[in-house]
């Protein structure tokens, strides 16, 4: 009887519950308007212009869904640019970062040499983007700087996408590491069956993309062999 007695009068009134709902409701309300959900993500800042991604683009690429299949519904032609987009599924750890254009092929020339040279200095995250011959735009990030290497390097946090013309982001399986090798005469992002997700040769004039292990992707452009015309190298500031 004493326990059911203590039990008993351990139980909280009608009046405590009330009472304690009403104090978590008002914490719940306090902690919202201490810290409010953002409105919308936060835009790269690029330290100029880019020649390859355009107004739609950049905004949809940092803290969104990650899938292949993810399909935002905008709401006008411009309505995210391509940093912006690219940004909802950057790594937490840079965004709101400012971003420089170490490489263009329009003022450093069609050379992988040359994009290993202006990568020289850099140990931060990489944003490459491209446009072939289709005016198709795709690209990578990579968690680290593009260079040179006897294998390959790089985390989990890389991955490869596409604009066709909405966003599409392949990330990282899980199945192996293959993430960023660079050579003399090619550039390989992700791998698996003898296949690359996405390779450049060493005149960044042409280039490959197949489904690979790595990122589950799809092939980048509308052929699986494409033309460089023009490609950025973003590196964080």
């Known amino acids: 009887m004493k326990g059911l007695r203590w039990c008993y009068t351990r139980l909280p009134s009608q009046a405590e519950d009330d ?3 009403k104090e978590g409701e008002e914490e719940e309300d306090e902690k919202e308007e201490a810290v409010p959900a953002p409105e919308d993500p936060v835009e ?17 690429v940092g803290h969104g869904p990650g899938s292949k299949d993810f399909n935002p519904e905008p709401e006008g032609p411009a309505h995210l640019s391509h ?19 170490a490489f263009c092929t329009s003022r450093d020339g069609f050379s992988l040499r040359s994009l290993y040279r202006r990568m ?7 944003l490459l983007v491209l446009r072939d011959q289709d005016g198709q735009m795709f690209g ?18 890389t ?22 090798k660079g050579d003399l005469d090619s ?34 452009a509308r052929q699986e062999q494409f033309c460089i015309m023009e490609l950025e190298a973003w590196a964080l500031s």
């Open 187 to 220: 550039l390989m992002m992700g791998s698996g069956s003898g296949q690359f997700g996405l390779w450049l040769d060493g005149d960044l004039y042409r280039g490959g993309s197949h489904p690979c292990a790595t990122f589950n992707n799809e092939v980048l």
């Open 140 to 157: 990578a990030f990579s968690s680290s700087a593009l260079r040179l290497s006897k294998g390959f390097y790089g985390t989990g946090e």
């Open 83 to 101: 940093p912006r987009q690219l940004s909802l599924h950057l790594p937490p750890r840079v965004t709101g970062h400012s971003w420089s254009l």
């Open 19 to 21: 009472l304690s709902g």
């Open 120 to 126: 020289e200095g850099h140990s931060g995250p990489v």
């Open 44 to 60: 790269p800042q690029l330290v100029e212009a880019s020649q390859v991604m355009g107004a739609s683009e950049i905004r949809q």
């Open 159 to 180: 991955f490869l996408f596409s604009f066709s013309p909405q966003l599409k982001v392949f990330k990282w399986t899980g199945n192996n590491s293959f993430f960023v």
